[in-house]
């Protein structure tokens, strides 16, 4: 009976540890912090991915909101 219960909470430590996993790593995708951990990486296994990543960083540092003073088609 002991063997049982000791099978049962190492296979619910397992699970607990996973789903945190699972978790995390749905946190991390949604806020985009692990561009910065996985940017080395990709630039040495996946180098397609680490120019793309790049390229969408200086298109989203290119884009400003325009200026409504410069804007013709504004009335006043």
Known sequence: ???VVALLMVVGSLVVILAGLVWLARRVRRSGVGAGLMGPI???YNPGA???RQEIQVQDE???APSTADNPLRRD
Do not use: I
């Open 1 to 3: 009976m002991d063997a």
């Open 50 to 52: 680490h120019r793309a």
């Open 62 to 64: 290119r884009a400003e």
């Open 42 to 44: 990709d630039e040495v």
